[in-house]
């Protein structure tokens, strides 16, 4: 009976997400003028490039600090928040999420609080002001210098290196272009060594981006944004096929060499993060949906589609080829395309 109890208890401990998942303490990022020193428990540190992390103990008390910055001192409180690790209880099946939820009701990790607190100096009233926004929303005549380095290890396709260009025309209204060209050779070459073009490539990628308009992240350093992007990609390659033709009464087994241009235009609707790294420096995270067009050419090809048939078609190497539709007139496509990636750039 006693192992049955110790199961029991086991199982609540391990579903009370809050006791759980959250540990003693938490992190508070405070934003600040520069100079601006803050006192917390008794220990005082001056926040230097604008920022500084406390690790308060979760508790139902409320998070007190003190901001000075010069003639200028003002005493804060903020109340603490029901942690979401509460909520995810929620998702466990019953009796052991409610069970959960009872374990967590008396334990302090269930406490958090505002993650992110910026703060400006109100020039007018001579004190701090908590601000609710952004702290640097983009300016008119803003530049951005960047580059995409997953590009650089795209193996699904042909990596390729990239710099692009983003323009700011309004406040928080940008254009971009990027120019990306292949710098390796093909990394899966089935040519047999028989080279009908060069193998070279080329992307352009083409964005509208207005920031700010959305407010998902709590943080006021990152500026967020809605985007329409538009890419198009061009490469060639040689790849080989083999095929059986029928020839009166019996069939001719053919290896044909075969140039491949490779044609794909993407367009997608994006959300991304742009998100500083120091005062010049920004990484820029986004995902997207949409579709791309691939289309492919076959210059000189000798293969029929209606009269000859591939051998190659129930071959298992699909699993680790990427480039296994490439003819003319019959693997040409339109898919859903999802995107998710990062830049890394530099502002001007």
Same mark, same amino acid.
């Given at each position: 009976?006693?192992?049955?109890?110790?199961?029991?208890?086991?199982?609540?401990?391990?579903?009370?997400?809050?006791?759980?998942?959250?540990?003693?303490?938490?992190?508070?990022?405070?934003?600040?003028?520069?100079?601006?020193?803050?006192?917390?428990?008794?220990?005082?540190?001056?926040?230097?490039?604008?920022?500084?992390?406390?690790?308060?103990?979760?508790?139902?008390?409320?998070?007190?600090?003190?901001?000075?910055?010069?003639?200028?001192?003002?005493?804060?409180?903020?109340?603490?928040?029901?942690?979401?690790?509460?909520?995810?209880?929620?998702?466990?099946?019953?009796?052991?999420?409610?069970?959960?939820?009872?374990?967590?009701?008396?334990?302090?990790?269930?406490?958090?609080?505002?993650?992110?607190?910026?703060?400006?100096?109100?020039?007018?009233?001579?004190?701090?002001?908590?601000?609710?926004?952004?702290?640097?929303?983009?300016?008119?005549?803003?530049?951005?210098?960047?580059?995409?380095?997953?590009?650089?290890?795209?193996?699904?396709?042909?990596?390729?290196?990239?710099?692009?260009?983003?323009?700011?025309?309004?406040?928080? =209204?940008?254009?971009?272009?990027?120019?990306?060209?292949?710098? $390796? @050779? %093909? *990394?899966?070459?089935?040519? &047999?060594?028989?080279? #009908?073009?060069?193998?070279?490539?080329?992307?352009?990628?083409?964005?509208?981006?207005?920031?700010?308009?959305?407010?998902?992240?709590?943080?006021?350093?990152?500026?967020?944004?809605?985007?329409?992007?538009?890419?198009?990609?061009?490469?060639?390659?040689?790849?080989?096929?083999?095929?059986?033709?029928?020839?009166?009464?019996?069939?001719?087994?053919?290896?044909?060499?075969?140039?491949?241009?490779?044609?794909?235009?993407?367009?997608?609707?994006?959300?991304?993060?742009?998100?500083?790294?120091?005062?010049?420096?920004?990484?820029?995270?986004?995902?997207?949906?949409?579709?791309?067009?691939?289309? =492919?050419?076959?210059?000189?090809?000798?293969?029929?589609?209606? $009269? @000859? %048939? *591939?051998?190659?078609?129930? &071959?298992?190497?699909? #699993?680790?080829?990427?480039?296994?539709?490439?003819?003319?007139?019959?693997?040409?496509?339109?898919?859903?395309?999802?995107?998710?990636?990062?830049?890394?750039?530099?502002?001007?």
């Amino acid at each position: 009976m006693r192992k049955y109890f110790c199961l029991l208890i086991l199982l609540v401990s391990l579903c009370s997400c809050a006791s759980l998942f959250n540990g003693n303490t938490t992190k508070v990022k405070v934003y600040a003028p520069e100079n601006t020193t803050i006192a917390y428990k008794n220990q005082i540190t001056t926040i230097e490039d604008g920022e500084t992390t406390l690790s308060p103990e979760r508790s139902k008390d409320s998070l007190r600090f003190t901001l000075k910055n010069d003639s200028i001192t003002e005493d804060f409180s903020f109340k603490r928040k029901i942690s979401g690790s509460l909520y995810l209880n929620a998702l466990v099946l019953p009796p052991y999420g409610l069970s959960g939820i009872l374990v967590d009701l008396t334990n302090q990790r269930r406490f958090t609080y505002q993650r992110h607190l910026y703060f400006k100096i109100d020039s007018t009233s001579a004190n701090f002001q908590l601000f609710k926004g952004k702290t640097e929303p983009f300016k008119q005549q803003t530049i951005f210098i960047y580059s995409s380095p997953l590009l650089a290890l795209d193996i699904s396709t042909q990596p390729m290196v990239s710099l692009g260009v983003e323009y700011f025309p309004l406040d928080n =209204f940008s254009i971009s272009a990027e120019y990306a060209t292949v710098f $390796t @050779d %093909r *990394l899966r070459d089935n040519s &047999d060594n028989i080279k #009908l073009v060069e193998n070279k490539g080329r992307a352009f990628r083409y964005e509208l981006k207005y920031y700010n308009l959305l407010s998902i992240s709590s943080n006021p350093r990152v500026n967020e944004y809605i985007g329409i992007e538009a890419r198009f990609i061009r490469t060639q390659f040689n790849e080989s096929i083999s095929y059986s033709r029928a020839n009166q009464n019996f069939n001719v087994f053919v290896q044909e060499s075969i140039a491949v241009l490779k044609s794909v235009d993407i367009f997608n609707l994006k959300y991304g993060l742009n998100y500083p790294i120091c005062k010049r420096m920004y990484i820029d995270l986004y995902s997207g949906f949409g579709f791309r067009i691939k289309t =492919f050419k076959n210059p000189n090809r000798q293969f029929n589609p209606e $009269t @000859d %048939r *591939l051998l190659n078609d129930d &071959d298992d190497s699909w #699993l680790f080829n990427f480039d296994s539709n490439y003819l003319e007139g019959t693997d040409d496509q339109k898919l859903f395309n999802f995107s998710f990636g990062f830049k890394f750039g530099i502002k001007f």
